[in-house]
């Protein structure tokens, strides 16, 4: 019998338009819980599908601090979450529940 091969999934290679990344980030904020490492990974997430080193620098962050913020391990602080927000052009909107 043949050995089966897996290979790691990569949400960010399936991110492939500014459509696609807005909607895994509402999916993202839907299922989130309050937990913020969450939402920071999925902005991670989306940051590699459009480039880090890009993203890092229309953020006004260095890369390393940005994989470190986006990493999933702790919550970034808020300023840095609208930082990247704003350098992935994703625009967020509130509305009552």
Do not use: W
Not at 21 to 42: P, Q, T, W
Not at 43 to 50: D, M
Request: with cysteine; charged share 30%.
């Amino acid at each position: 019998m043949a050995k089966t091969k897996t290979y790691r999934y990569d949400t960010a290679e399936h991110l492939r338009t500014p459509e696609e990344m807005a909607l895994y980030l509402e999916a993202c904020l839907e299922e989130a819980d309050g937990d913020a490492a969450f939402i920071a990974k999925a902005l991670g997430n989306i940051a590699k599908a459009k480039g880090m080193a890009q993203v890092a620098r229309d953020a006004g962050l260095s890369r390393e601090s940005l994989y470190k913020a986006l990493s999933g391990d702790r919550s970034p602080g808020f300023d840095t979450v609208l930082r990247v927000i704003n350098a992935l052009g994703i625009k967020l909107h509130a509305e009552a529940k």
